[in-house]
């Protein structure tokens, strides 16, 4: 509501740059058959841009339950009708959580979301604000919820509003705090756009020689991750925004990068078992 009360109060409201991928989502939770056993705890199925952009998930919660997850970009999004629902489970990338879900029982109804536009209010780049009034979290810079940074940003953000207050001085603190937070946002934003512009229909931005370049490194990445135990913490740190990007190009993943062929993906899905 932000802009909303800039406006009302006469101040120009922030530009915002909005990056969309037309990603939907839904969600169910099923009752784990008594009976189910395998070598595997929870199984992520993702998407493979621009070809198969639907993803799934299957994570075990309390109360001996899963809680399915899916995703579907390009506007290919899960429907909440039970055939269209079952349908979309089967036409992910591998048919394992299709056929343990064959046994299980639906605790919840299915329930979908839709608003997963990327949006960036530059309240940094505003020439007349009111100067004690600050915007953080969603307010300031909302992504698409695959990738799991709303949260973390609006701490980092409130950690970001605790320094400029430490200063002791509130004249000209929004101004302070929305560069610096500009700032803090531009990594978690790169990664977040730069992923969803692997899709062709993703409206807001173009996609860059530098976008190219970085997908091509991921997709080369991500095998050397499956493998590497060491390399997959760094580069869950990084998309746990507990390191930086460029822990992703430390010489010992570069090499580990230009030793594997593009494409190659090892290891094999364990079998499920409904006995």
Known sequence: RAPVWLSAASYPRPTTTRVDPDVGYAARIYRIPPDFSADWQAVLLFSHPPSMPRSGYLLPIEDRQWMLGLMGA???HPPTDEDGFTAFIRSLRHPIIADVLAAAEP????RAYRGTANQLRHYERMARRPDRFVVLGDGACAFNPV??????TAAIAAETLDACLGAQRLDGLARRFQRRLARRNAE???LSTAEDLRFPTTTG???TTATRLMHRYLDRLLPVVLQDLRIAEIYLQVFGMLAPP???FAPRILAAVARTKPGQVGGA????RCS
């Not at 990738?147 to 973390?152: E, H, L, S």
């Not at 899905?269 to 499920?272: G, K, Q």
Request: hydrophobic share 45%; glycine share 12%; proline share 12%.
């Open 246 to 248: 460029t822990a992703l």
């Open 107 to 110: 605790v919840t109804q299915i």
């Open 74 to 76: 390009a506007g290919q």
């Open 269 to 272: 899905m364990p079998p499920a």
């Open 205 to 207: 931005m173009h996609v």
């Open 147 to 152: 990738y799991g940074q709303g949260m973390t």
């Open 188 to 190: 978690p934003w790169m």
